[in-house]
């Protein structure tokens, strides 16, 4: 046996003994009534790993409470990749104390990329001991098992791993949607990013079995789905940690033979690892998305290089071109970091001038956070915070201007819509996704939700776009 069957053998065993554990759990919460509340910080990566709770609470009998404080059960699955969501993190189990006072049955637990580093370990343990359970991100199928530990003991238990040891595959696992799906290819990182905490609290790349894989799209579509959302850092870089030689783009053209899977997405993707050959299976495909998300991080290369990327301004702005040629209306969106260390006046102008020349369709921008135990914490020239500010307000005013004006171009334009949900207060106003994944409302008919539809646009915001739909 290779030591990847190996690896796979050990993940199985585990997962029945997690199913087993379920099982005799079950009994002690089944009939009582009992609820849970997750919140989620972070990325989609944090929202499949919710996901996957949800799965194992409801297996133990517990249902989704109204409010935090009524739920019997509270997790909080945490994000590190910047320091104000860690302080929202401690602020809202600060808040805890007092509730947890009051009841004391109820159950806490907290998971996620922010447990992977010491130092808010040891103040967990100092200042929040009203805290159950704690665990990371490597060992979050193990949630039953540390669950009940917990229960025998009545101690706060504590697990975190320092590095991955096995996928662990099929756990219950509750989704949100029915007609979409995210679905891991790869968990970790291996470009350590200077500005970037999640090699270390991700650890390093590993690559799913493509099997595996599909069966699991398979699966959910056979349960209804029609649009996957494939979920990596990285996902340009799928399969080289595997056996095999199996790249990304086999995934993607395997992925597009399974019948009935009408859209695929995947997110991020890297631009040092976009090959041709992607382009070449997306732009073959109508079933992959006409959307890349391709973080460009910052317009100068000389910061580039100081982020580690891997790139240069040169190149991202000729993949790009490269993109375009072959699918003139894809739509690109990204991420931008302001006020990384030595990004001064000139090296911001390289990423305004990037940004118009780009004419991204979205884009999610950051103040650069400081990362203790990442290289860029201990980079000279660290840039004082009213002049990243003032900078950060320059580039939204500018991208918001650009998205706005790319919005208006879609008038007139036919798309094909997936209709995600009706309005709470008004059914008859439908929300949905284009496969260039723009956000439109319309006018339909509350059972239209999961369906795909062609809608005309009539009109467009600085964020969304307005249509009608085509009967
Ligand atoms: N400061 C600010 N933004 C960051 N990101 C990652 N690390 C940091 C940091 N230390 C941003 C990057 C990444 C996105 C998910 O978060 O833009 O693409
Ligand atoms: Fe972080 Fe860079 Fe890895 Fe993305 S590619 S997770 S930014 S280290």
Known sequence: MSRKERVYKIGEEEALRQKQIIEELSSSFQGKGLSYFIQTFGCQMNVRDSEKLVGILE???????????????II??????????EQKVFGRLGSLKSYKEKNPHIK??????????ENVLKEIKQKYRHVDLVF????????????????ETNQMVIDIWKEHQEIVEDLPSIRKDTFKA????????????????????????????????LAEVQRLVADGVKEIMLLGQNVNSYGKTLEQDYSFPDLLKDLTHIEGLERIRFMTSHPKDLSDELIKVMKESNKICRHLHLPV????????????????KEHYLNLVKKIRSAMPNISLTTDIIVGFPGEHENEFQETLDLVQQVKFDGAFTFL????TGTPGATMEDQIPEEKAKKHFNELLSILD???????????????????EEANQENQTILTGRSDTNHLVHFAGDSSLVGKIVPVKITDAKPYYLIGELIV
């Open 108 to 117: 806490i637990a907290i998971c996620g990329c922010m447990m992977q580093q």
């Open 182 to 213: 995210g679905v891991n290819i790869m968990y970790g990182c291996n470009n350590f990013c200077s500005y970037c905490i999640v090699p270390y609290v991700r650890g390093r790349e590993r690559s799913r079995l493509p099997e595996e894989i």
């Open 368 to 371: 650069y956070s400081k990362r």
């Open 297 to 312: 991080q910052a317009g100068s290369t000389k910061i580039l290089k100081a982020m580690n990327r891997k790139y240069t």
């Open 76 to 85: 909080y699955n945490t994000c590190c990749v910047r320091e104000n969501a």
């Open 401 to 419: 201007s650009i998205v706005y004006e790319n919005n208006l171009e879609k008038k007139e334009e036919i798309l094909q819509i997936l209709v």
């Open 59 to 73: 297996k133990l009998g517990f249902s989704l409470a109204v409010k935090e404080k009524e739920a019997d059960f």
């Open 136 to 151: 990371g991100t490597f060992n979050l199928y193990k949630f039953p098992e540390l669950l009940q530990t917990h229960l």
